[in-house]
């Protein structure tokens, strides 16, 4: 199965562009690239998902690479709000087992 | 609409009692799912359900039961709970199969077996 790989944290200025970057070396042609974020003492939320081009939704955008192997989640102007364990996950018809991964904890710094 | 609906949000259980935890959704979503969070880790799928009368397992199914009563109902059953099973239980559905359909979850309920 395709692995991502995320920073284990990340630090960002409120107000500020924050660029969450994912890792996905092994991605085969039918993974869907999946977002959610965790806040604390929540359920995950989902922010978006994209399969070959760039996606944007009224809360982030998802920049794909060319060949598929990395994926930038971008938020574009971070609040407070923003602060949570963001997960890169890799979702296709064979794998539906996948888990999450530990993801990326993002602090936005006031 | 109230989304996703889990019932209990905490509960005690001793070495080898059973119990069962309660999802509903209102979105007449076709797929449901059920992960476990241990503390500092990720999420782990325990059972899904692609569409109502199926379900399967998913990474982590061994003392787990689920049953998918109707399009809004799925049940997770532990028949004889072990400290191994302490963790945040979440419950989640689909409008169809996760892979490319954005998925809503619960609030969760916190589990502890002594």
């Known amino acids: 199965d395709a692995k991502t790989t995320q920073p284990n944290s990340m630090e960002s200025n409120e107000e500020e562009p924050v660029h969450l970057p994912c890792n996905h070396s092994?991605?085969?042609?039918?993974?869907?690239i999946h977002w959610y974020r965790q806040l604390p003492s929540q359920g995950p939320e989902y922010v978006i998902h994209?399969?070959?081009s760039n996606v944007n939704n009224r809360m982030a955008s998802l920049a794909i690479a060319e060949d598929r192997k990395s994926s930038t989640l971008i938020l574009h102007r971070a609040t407070l709000r923003d602060a949570a364990v963001y997960y890169c996950?890799?979702?296709?018809?064979?794998?539906?087992?996948?888990?999450f991964g530990t993801g990326t904890r993002l602090t936005i710094i006031p | 609409n109230a989304g996703v609906t889990q019932t209990p949000k905490f509960q005690v259980l001793k070495t080898g009692q059973s119990m069962t935890l309660q999802c509903a959704q209102d979105?007449?979503?076709?797929?449901m799912y059920w992960y476990r969070q241990d503390p500092g880790m990720g999420l782990r799928l325990i059972y899904y359900s692609a569409s109502e009368g199926t379900t399967d397992k998913g990474e982590v199914p061994n003392g787990y039961n689920v049953s998918r009563l109707n399009k809004r109902e799925f049940s997770l059953r532990l028949e004889s709970a072990a400290p191994s099973q302490t963790s945040v239980y979440f419950c989640?559905?689909?409008?169809?199969?996760?892979?490319?359909?954005?998925?809503?979850f619960g609030p969760g309920t916190r589990l502890t077996v002594t």
């Open positions: 989640a559905s689909s409008e169809f199969r996760r892979i490319a359909y954005e998925q809503y």
């Open positions: 092994t991605i085969s042609g039918t993974d869907y």
């Open positions: 996950i890799l979702i296709n018809f064979g794998n539906e087992k996948l888990t």
């Open positions: 994209g399969l070959t």
């Open positions: 979105m007449n979503h076709n797929s």
